[in-house]
């Protein structure tokens, strides 16, 4: 399946979630080196598209660090295990320094969570989200609407003979 998408006007895309943390540190002094990993960081208000765009940064990073973390999706579902309530959940790799498109599963449901989780080395981590609100196609769809296009203007056509 093929997205269609128009990824170039800049006002399609919205700002939707942004945040800047520092690792805390243990002890008195910074020489100790020890620090209590960044905890998952969980946007605050729900999404409705499954298209985001995402860019982590770190400015204490060393020059080979090439992940930031993971940024996961999170639905709610109406099943329990156990007695707790359940979760549909997939992931995706950040790249650090670069955005990057993140296309989470699109299965029909309106609003899901994110979070993220950037690895244990981070001592600090930036984050921007950007969610598209543009209409998403697929090929599919389009060659659908095309044929039943076609399919209308053949039975117009049939009907005036």
Same mark, same amino acid.
């Given at each position: 399946?093929t /997205?269609? @998408?128009?990824? &170039?006007?800049?006002?399609l895309? +919205?700002?939707?979630?942004?945040?800047?943390?520092?690792? $805390?540190?243990?002890?008195?002094?910074?020489?100790?080196?020890?620090?209590?990993?960044?905890?998952?960081?969980?946007?605050?208000i729900?999404?409705?598209?499954?298209?985001?765009?995402?860019?982590a940064n770190?400015?204490?990073a060393k020059?080979?660090w090439?992940?930031?973390?993971?940024?996961?999706?999170?639905?709610?579902?109406? /099943?329990? @295990?156990?007695g &707790?309530?359940?979760?549909?959940? +997939?992931?995706?790799?950040?790249?650090l320094g670069?955005? $990057?498109?993140?296309?989470?599963?699109?299965?029909?449901?309106?609003?899901?969570?994110?979070?993220?989780?950037?690895?244990?080395?981070?001592?600090?981590?930036?984050?921007?989200?950007w969610?598209?609100?543009?209409?998403?196609?697929?090929?599919?769809?389009?060659?659908?609407?095309?044929?039943s296009?076609?399919?209308?203007?053949?039975e117009?056509?049939?009907?005036?003979?």
């Open positions: 399946m /997205l269609i @998408v128009n990824l &170039n006007d800049p006002n895309w +919205t700002p939707v979630w942004e945040f800047d943390i520092s690792a $805390q540190t243990l002890g008195s002094t910074l020489e100790s080196g020890s620090y209590v990993r960044i905890p998952e960081q969980k946007c605050p729900i999404l409705h598209k499954s298209l985001l765009a995402v860019y770190n400015p204490l020059p080979g090439f992940s930031a973390g993971y940024l996961s999706q999170s639905i709610k579902l109406p /099943l329990t @295990v156990g &707790n309530p359940t979760s549909y959940g +997939t992931s995706r790799r950040i790249v670069r955005t $990057q498109i993140v296309p989470f599963l699109d299965i029909g449901v309106a609003d899901f969570a994110i979070a993220f989780l950037c690895h244990y080395w981070h001592r600090q981590i930036q984050l921007v989200v969610e598209y609100q543009g209409d998403i196609s697929t090929t599919e769809l389009t060659a659908i609407a095309a044929i296009e076609q399919l209308n203007s053949i117009s056509k049939v009907d005036g003979l």
